[in-house]
């Protein structure tokens, strides 16, 4: 596993920023799926500029691949080398191709629910703290 870039006194973690593009395969799209349209993904949020949109329905295939992606990774994980994936209508040459951007930390206390480790969550205490943007996917 990737060594946690966290200093050792720190309760924090880094997750990598993603992009996720709308890429054709070998065959036709049969949903939405308009080639370069793309969000990012900055912790539990997805970020969508103006105009950008995606199918829901193939929204749902990629969605459960996001958090994984977000962690570091071995590198002879499958996890870290494919990038693409596919709509779920087996008809759809509709694809996501999912970039790691830089690293974003999050304190854990920011982060956590369990009552007795709860702070104020990151949202509300000035997030986006520490970013690291050296791509190193
Ligand atoms: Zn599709």
């Known amino acids: 596993m990737e060594q946690d870039d966290a200093a050792p006194d720190e309760d924090g973690?880094?997750?990598?920023?993603?992009?996720?593009?709308?890429?054709?395969?070998?065959?036709?799209?049969?949903?939405?799926?308009?080639?370069?349209?793309a969000f990012r993904v900055e912790g539990e949020n997805l970020v969508f500029e103006a105009g950008q949109r995606v199918s829901m329905y193939a929204l749902a295939a990629v969605l459960p691949l996001l958090p994984a992606k977000q962690r570091m990774t071995s590198p002879n994980d499958w996890m870290s080398t494919d990038a693409e994936v596919a709509c779920p209508d087996p008809h759809c040459g509709g694809r996501f191709r999912i970039t790691r951007l830089g690293k974003r930390y999050f304190r854990h206390a920011?982060?956590?629910?369990?009552?007795?480790?709860?702070?104020?969550?990151?949202?509300?205490?000035?997030?986006?703290?520490?970013?690291?943007?050296?791509?190193?996917?």
């Open 110 to 137: 920011e982060t956590t629910g369990l009552p007795d480790k709860r702070a104020t969550p990151y949202w509300q205490a000035g997030q986006d703290a520490r970013t690291d943007d050296s791509s190193d996917s």
């Open 13 to 37: 973690f880094w997750l990598y920023d993603l992009r996720v593009e709308t890429v054709i395969g070998d065959r036709p799209p049969v949903c939405r799926h308009v080639a370069g349209e």
